[in-house]
Structures are given as structure tokens and as C-alpha cells.
């Protein structure tokens, strides 16, 4: 039985310790990235069942980066949680046609986080 794969695309050490955490109890095996650039390497490499990405990341940015996602072939279908401080409204409209599959605002909520994951993407009992 293997766990699903989801990639953590996220700058800050802390807000990724805490999203490595809360998805590795929860069944989930977790890479991370600091950059954008990085996971997108790492989304091609590893090909995961999901991504959690940061929106504002040194270099290209977040949306940049689940455009390019979803532009390639091989890493369309993989759905994408927009993750960010930014909690405007309008904002997360625009996020989600950008590309993004899930949004959610910083600080986490652990509960809304997982119910958003496994909307997406189910770990295996």
C-alpha cells in the first residue's frame, strides 16, 4: 500500500514543517520545494497526486508556476491547492481561474486543509 504523494511548494521553513506534518500523520507522503522552479522540477519528476503552492515565492511566482503545470502535458490532471496569506475575496476568484483545483488562506486551518486534500486527493486506508 503506498501512500499518496503530494508535493508542498512553500518558501517559509515553518509554514512547510506544518504542512509536512499535518499531511505525513494523515497518511500522505510529502517532498517539498522552496521555489517554484523547484516544484515544478519535482512535479515532473515525481509526478505526485496533488500539489500545495504557495502563491508569493521567490523568482516565479505561484500562479506563474500552476499556469506552466497545467500547460505541460504530463503534469495537467495533477490538481493544485493554491495556498496563501492572501484572503481577498476577489483574490481567490482570480486564483481559482487561474488554474488552481483548491484555495487556502494562511493561517491554516488543519481541519479545512485536510477536507480540501481529500476532496482532491484520498489516502488510501
Same mark, same amino acid.
Given at each position: 500500500?503506498?501512500?499518496? /504523494?503530494?508535493?508542498?511548494? !512553500?518558501?517559509?521553513?515553518?509554514? =512547510?514543517?506544518?504542512?509536512?506534518?499535518?499531511? *505525513?500523520? *494523515?497518511?500522505?507522503?510529502?517532498?517539498? @520545494?522552496?521555489?517554484? !522552479?523547484?516544484?515544478?522540477?519535482?512535479?515532473?519528476?515525481?509526478?505526485?497526486?496533488?500539489?500545495?503552492?504557495?502563491?508569493?515565492?521567490?523568482?516565479?511566482?505561484?500562479? *506563474?508556476?500552476?499556469?506552466?503545470?497545467? @500547460?505541460?502535458?504530463?503534469? =495537467?490532471?495533477?490538481?493544485?491547492? @493554491?495556498?496563501?496569506? *492572501?484572503?481577498? $475575496? /476577489?483574490?481567490?476568484? @482570480?486564483?481559482?481561474?487561474?488554474?488552481?483545483?483548491?484555495?487556502?488562506?494562511? $493561517?491554516?486551518?488543519?481541519?479545512?486543509?485536510?477536507?480540501?486534500?481529500?476532496?482532491?486527493? =484520498?489516502?488510501?486506508?
Amino acid at each position: 500500500m503506498t501512500k499518496p /504523494l503530494v508535493l508542498v511548494v !512553500e518558501d517559509r521553513p515553518m509554514n =512547510a514543517k506544518l504542512l509536512r506534518d499535518v499531511l *505525513s500523520v *494523515s497518511g500522505y507522503e510529502v517532498v517539498e @520545494a522552496g521555489d517554484a !522552479e523547484a516544484g515544478l522540477a519535482l512535479a515532473r519528476e515525481r509526478e505526485p497526486a496533488l500539489v500545495l503552492m504557495d502563491i508569493q515565492l521567490p523568482g516565479m511566482d505561484g500562479v *506563474s508556476a500552476v499556469r506552466e503545470l497545467k @500547460a505541460d502535458p504530463r503534469t =495537467a490532471k495533477i490538481p493544485v491547492i @493554491a495556498v496563501t496569506a *492572501s484572503a481577498m $475575496p /476577489l483574490e481567490r476568484e @482570480a486564483i481559482l481561474r487561474a488554474g488552481f483545483d483548491g484555495y487556502q488562506p494562511k $493561517p491554516i486551518s488543519v481541519k479545512e486543509l485536510l477536507n480540501e486534500v481529500r476532496r482532491l486527493v =484520498a489516502p488510501e486506508a
